[in-house]
């Protein structure tokens, strides 16, 4: 009667074994998902603080600046003195900082993948290379004597940012999603050619 009753145990076992291991497959399942929750939340903190920086007045006049004022900032040998020099650079009289150090840490989030790279690629890598193009001449006056480790998360990013854009030269458009027409209705005017051929008034 024993030795019939052992294989009924051996069953029980093995059922309440596999059980077990679903409870378990179940909860770590649960909990992956709430890490992913958790990691996607914390991203779009992220992205929204990074656009608050963005959009601030302080960081608008910085770029500005950059746009407008820094390659005819760079031909005066004091200004770039001020750069290549060891120690701290005033960020108000050299703006060009505060566009650097945001982009270089925002450089650090991606490569350390506390930023979905690809979210924020597709956001603004065409503002990274833009301003990569016109920053570069100033990071390399600061890397003279600091090297090449000066700014190299604003490269890193740059350079995935350009990768990006190759591989999206007419963005990311999801496919087979109908385009709307869009009527460019100033291009003649801005152009200075008049509906008949004729030049217009500007």
Avoid at 60 to 74: H, P
Avoid at 137 to 151: F, H, K
Wanted: glycine content about 6%; charged content about 25%.
């Amino acid at each position: 009667m024993i030795l019939e009753a052992l294989p009924i145990f051996d069953t029980i076992n093995a059922f309440a074994q596999i059980g077990t291991l679903v409870v378990l497959l179940g909860t770590a399942i649960a909990a992956l998902a709430q890490i992913r929750h958790l990691r996607a939340g914390n991203e779009l903190e992220a992205l929204l603080q990074l656009s608050e920086e963005l959009e601030s007045e302080r960081m608008q006049v910085a770029l500005r600046f950059v746009r407008f004022g820094l390659d005819e900032a760079l031909e005066r040998p004091a200004y770039r003195r001020d750069l290549t020099e060891l120690g701290f650079v005033d960020a108000s009289v050299h703006p060009e900082m505060i566009a650097c150090n945001w982009f270089d840490r925002v450089g650090s989030l991606v490569k350390l993948r506390l930023i979905d790279e690809r979210t924020f690629l597709d956001l603004f890598a065409r503002l990274t290379t833009y301003y990569w193009d016109h920053l570069a001449p100033a990071v390399a006056l600061l890397r003279r004597e600091r090297g090449v480790g000066q700014y190299e998360n604003f490269e890193y990013l740059a350079a995935l940012a350009r990768a990006w854009k190759t591989h999206h030269p007419e963005g990311t458009y999801p496919k087979g999603t109908a385009r709307l027409a869009i009527v460019d209705r100033f291009s003649d005017r801005d152009r200075g050619i008049a509906g008949d051929g004729g030049s217009i008034a500007p």
